[in-house]
């Protein structure tokens, strides 16, 4: 069975860009969450979806992050614009149930 | 003060020896507790998942759980230098589906 996919897997920008991360959850799994990593830190939620609907967003700094998850299947984050302490990893995870989650190898994102 | 606490390390052992990792938190409405491993570069693995109070082992792999102390263990039995990486442990309460991680313990294990 195939895992959680992500791309890409490294991403370098300058601030104020633009940048977008792709996620590809296991098939089958309805939930699917967008976790921000910062270095040495445990990851924390950024917004949860239940399908198409996000049910949890208020980690989510709305002014500049947005996400959609289109047909309840990939989901997509967006940074518009990009700051310098948004460098981070960004992780996908997907799950069946409300807690065992599978997480992707993440995308790792320096903003210079 | 964090709900999840956990010991950042690093913590650097012999090969074969017995680890203990621990975690405390403050939440009590936490039910589901899990330890992920997570590699260099690579996206956190569960290792082990829990409900509730007591012990649960998987190979040279324990975890234990006291809900009375609102503390969490994992035990790894004669450690392998492959066993060298990250252990965050995880919990929520099952009703959000919010997973809360501690800041996670670095292992590294020497031949």
């Known amino acids: 069975e195939a895992g959680v996919v992500q791309s890409p897997r490294y991403k370098i920008i300058e601030k104020k860009q633009p940048v977008a991360f792709w996620c590809n959850p296991i098939?089958?799994?309805?939930?699917l969450y967008w976790y921000l990593q910062n270095l040495g830190q445990g990851p924390e939620l950024l917004i949860r979806?239940?399908?198409?609907?996000?049910?949890?967003d208020s980690q989510l700094p709305k002014d500049r992050f947005s996400a959609e998850r289109l047909k309840g299947v990939d989901s997509t984050l967006k940074i518009q614009p990009a700051e310098l302490g948004d460098s981070a990893v960004y992780l996908c995870?997907?799950?069946?149930?409300?807690?065992?989650?599978?997480f992707g190898p993440g995308t790792r994102l320096t903003v210079l | 003060q964090k709900e999840v606490e956990q010991d950042p390390g690093p913590l650097s052992v012999p090969e074969g020896a017995i680890v203990s990792l621990n975690c405390t938190y403050s939440?009590?409405?936490?039910?589901?507790f899990m330890w992920y491993r997570q590699y260099s570069r690579k996206g956190p693995e569960l290792l082990m998942y829990?409900?509730?109070?007591g012990n649960k082992e998987d190979g040279r792999f324990t975890a234990q759980v006291d809900k009375s102390s609102k503390y969490i263990s994992l035990f790894i039995r004669d450690s392998q230098p492959s066993d060298s990486a990250t252990y965050l442990c995880?919990?929520?309460?099952?009703?959000?589906?919010?997973?809360?991680f501690g800041q996670g313990t670095t292992l590294q294990v020497k031949p």
């Open positions: 995870a997907s799950s069946l149930g409300p807690d065992t989650q599978y």
């Open positions: 098939s089958g799994h309805n939930t």
């Open positions: 979806y239940e399908n198409e609907e996000a049910v949890d």
């Open positions: 939440n009590s409405a936490f039910q589901y």
């Open positions: 829990t409900y509730s109070s």
């Open positions: 995880a919990m929520s309460d099952g009703n959000t589906g919010k997973l809360i």
